[in-house]
């Protein structure tokens, strides 16, 4: 019989926007939703994640000092690509977690864009604010990105718990290093792609894949990552991590009620400027 | 650092700028020192002595003039402990008048010249008004500057205006007067007051007291500001004169505390300080005698000018 | 000719206004009560190291005590309802306004600030706290957009000594509007106007349990972060507590907001109205001797005019008047404790050994009591400890600079990012540099100005969250 043999996809890091095995040339199999073999994952070491947050500060400036309209351009385009590839992702949500509601999880993904797309050029607007101050000064108060955001994604909801996160988190501005689902990793790297053929500009968002707790407390400690999502930190961890993210003060930020404009402030500063009004 | 003043051109590069909520906030806080005991009594008989008593009214005559000028140089005509005040200021036609009623004392004659209040009118005609207020006798002159030339952007213009003024003050003192209720900000009242001393003022001097605003604690505070800088610049140290308004001796103690944290005690002298009033020497008084008796006076214990 | 030195007589703020008693209680569930550790500690005036009065070292049992019945109170609190929850709110700001002055004077005896800034800033600007958040109690359903709000629960705020009364607003107020009951630990050194804060609270007939005042030392700090029962933290004081209190409360969700440390810079342009960025300076320095958090310790001066600044600034030193905090006349007071005129002394040697230039202004110490001279150095580098480490005293550290983007670069290489100024009188300047300083507040032409509707809070390790405004709500509700 001559069928034809598929060509098999090997899942590689997306770092400061390239596809790259782990330097630690190390990997780990995957299982489906039934439990046989999927594919295996890079599995990333310390140094591929010390080497995306460079890659994220290097960027983070321009980033943030993108405007506002701009980025929502940038968030859009993502949801283009992933509609346009919206049959792939569906066929890798269904082989990491199985068929059922993995076409409701792609599309709510790529609506998820669209959503925060709109919230770019909002935010201030909604979450701002001209202080009436008692005195004969201006005083205003904007929100502006964090920095560098490190996520910890779900382990469940592999493509869609993962974009409601990176998403507001790109919304306020901010360069993401996010270690994926260990159990469900390929949705994101197959994410990565959409990002990669969109207008996201390089080490603005480093996916890892690999053992969480290997990367997370990397993550957690690391003084030049700004905030921790913690939405995928396993509860019997989550005491370390968290201590480990105070050795530089990092916000913590837990997922609140999804899609609003306080998943995005969640990742954002408050910055107020006073100046006097004379003449 | 000494330099050249005898040019505009010291002003721009003196320059700077003022912030308006920031000389204000300062000026606040300045008015917030408390005076007790001692210290207020010394700091009134000091306001006494930069007095410059004034009347400047046209139903001014020699028969009133001559009345002030009893009360400069015996302001409390019992207390002998009561110094003369620094100064009679007076239209220029009563200037005979004055000299004559102050002759023989330390009093010195000052009078308003250059078409005061407004000082429009040509510029020989005030120059001429200063001369011969000099000639009859005046040591002293506060001519008033072209609001309208400054305002213009005309530093020049004003500058040399300011020069012919001293030119024909001779060897009396010259008080420019900038009028600040017209200069509309604290900038254009410190590039005034530079103007004014890079031409050649001895003094220079908040307002006619015709216009309101006059003098303010925040527009003495900018023009000590720029006397300093004008000090530290060319090593010429010009007096100040507030003037307008100034009723309480509260008010009077406030201009001391900031000519002292601002110019420090080398401006406070007469030579250098100067208030210019009226109404304000009889609650001096008042205040002196409270302060020394610890008990409350009525106005009718002090004399009407 | 010139005049003699004019010296201001003493213009002494009279302390009769203050009735202190010997001994406090701990302020719970409605009732000054005794503590179960049945243990006292002195507090003093630091301007005269005076014994002001004793009060109590709460124990964990105390604060067990504080906690549960600030449990308690949120049920009445919650039945009260938000608009009464706000007339109590301004009910408690007509008080403190009431009693203003001697608010001022316990503030000034117990913390050793001059009464001029407890007068005019700590008391005014605590009371105006009271009255703006009053009227966001009923109002919480417009705050946040498409969002159902409740309150946290139980909080348990813990404040500096820097301005006592003030953090305590700052902290209550806030709090008490969105439905929260409080248990509150002033400084160590400073507790008494937090106690008298209760006698208002008493005043007002606050319900009981609503507002709980423990006093004590660390360990009662510790203590009330770590009780179980406590739903929110907030903490107002230095870094290296506040990452502690983060580490003790990694992985139990309670809520937490830090207000930490700062070592701000002070940036002054070539083109400064240099008289007004001269008071800012002196103001953002030295008022309360230094101990603020966002303090402009760092000045940073265009290379052009650095010289000039200067020779302003050592004059304008010389007229500021240290001495008796309750004088009328004193801009800088006491040191708050003799702990931190140790660490004050110590970094100044540091800084003397690590090759900076000193200048202290030549005045006379009180004999009793702890104080420290307004002091520069100049001839800072970068790599200083003075120029890194937050000193917490009347210690400004020059530097000069020469371009925009090296002035920015300098301000921004600290751990910490609270708040930042700058003075130019050019305003595309002023908007280019507020976009790049990574500080929560930053101040232009101004410094050191602080109001309830302005919300303040730090970036990096300066903490998070953020306190005065609308957005100093947040940390209090609960969305969904």
Known sequence: MDTRLEVNKTYKLYVGGRFSRSESGRSYAVSGPTGGFLANAARASRKDLRDAVVAARKVAGSWAGLSAYNRGQVLYRVAEMMEARRDELIDEVSAAEGGEGASQQVEEAVDCWVYYAGWTDKISQVTGALNPVAGPYFNLTAPEPIGIIGIVAPETGSLLGLVERLAPALCGGNAVVLACSQAHPHPAIALAECLHTSDVPAGVVNLLTGFKDELVPVLASHGDVDALDVSGVAPDTAADVEAAAASNVKRIVRPGPRLGPYEVTAFMEMKTVWHPKGA | ?305 | MTSPVWDYAPAPESSDVVSLRDTYGLYIGGRFVEPASGSYFKTINPATEEVLAAVPEASTEDVDAGVVAAQEGLERWTSAGAPARGKYLFRIARIMQERSRELAVLETMNGGKPIRESRDVDIPLAAAHFFYYAGWADKLEYAFAARRVEPVGVCAQIIPWNFPLLMLAWKIAPALAAGNTVVLKPAETTPLTALLFAEICEQAALPAGVVNIVTGGPETGTALVAHPRVDKVAFTGSTEVGKGIQRALAGTGTRLTLELGGKAANIVFEDASLDQAIEGVVNGIFFNQGHVCCAGSRLLVQEPVAERLLSKLKRRLETLRLGDPLDKNTDIGAINSRAQLERIQNLVGIGVEEGAELYQVDCELPARGFWFPPTVFTGVSQSHRIAREEIFGPVLSVMSFRTESEAVARANNTPYGLSAGVWTEKGSRILWMADRLRAGVVWANTFNRFDPASPFGGYKESGFGREGGRHGLEPYVRLS
Request: with cysteine; net charge neutral; proline share 3%.
């Open chain 2, 1 to 305: 650092m000494t330099a050249s003043t005898n040019d505009v051109e010291v002003v721009h590069r003196i320059g700077g700028s003022v912030d308006e909520v920031g000389a204000e906030a300062r000026a606040a806080m300045l008015a917030s020192r408390s005076l007790k005991a001692e210290a207020k009594l010394w700091g009134l008989d000091l306001a006494v002595r930069c007095c410059d008593l004034t009347t400047l009214e046209g139903a001014d005559s020699p028969a009133s003039v001559r009345q002030l000028a009893s009360k400069a140089m015996r302001p409390a005509p019992l207390d002998h402990s009561i110094p003369h005040v620094a100064a009679l200021c007076i239209y220029p036609r009563l200037v005979p008048a004055a000299v004559e009623a102050l002759k023989g004392s330390a009093v010195a004659v000052a009078s308003v010249a250059t078409a005061f209040p407004s000082g429009q009118s040509a510029l020989e005609l005030r120059v001429a008004e200063i001369e011969r207020a000099h000639a009859e006798g005046a040591s002293e002159i506060d001519s008033v500057i072209s609001r309208g030339a400054l305002l213009a952007g005309d530093d020049t213009g004003v500058y040399e205006e300011v020069v012919a003024a001293k030119k024909a003050c001779g060897d009396a003192h010259l008080k420019v007067i900038l009028e600040t209720g017209e200069l509309g900000s604290y900038d254009r009242v410190r590039r005034a007051s530079l103007i004014a001393m890079a031409a050649g003022a001895d003094f220079i001097k908040t307002s006619t007291g015709k216009i309101a605003p006059a003098a303010t604690l925040p527009v003495a505070l900018v023009m000590a500001e720029a006397i300093r800088d004008f000090a530290d610049f060319s090593g010429r140290r010009v007096g100040l004169k507030v003037a307008g308004g100034i009723r309480s001796a509260k008010d009077a103690l406030r201009y001391l505390v900031l000519v002292h944290e601002t110019l420090g005690t080398e401006w406070l002298t007469p030579e250098r300080f100067r208030i210019g009033a009226s109404s304000l020497l009889n609650d001096l008084l008042m205040q002196m005698d409270k302060q020394r008796s610890k008990t409350y006076s009525d106005s009718d214990r002090y004399t009407v000018a």
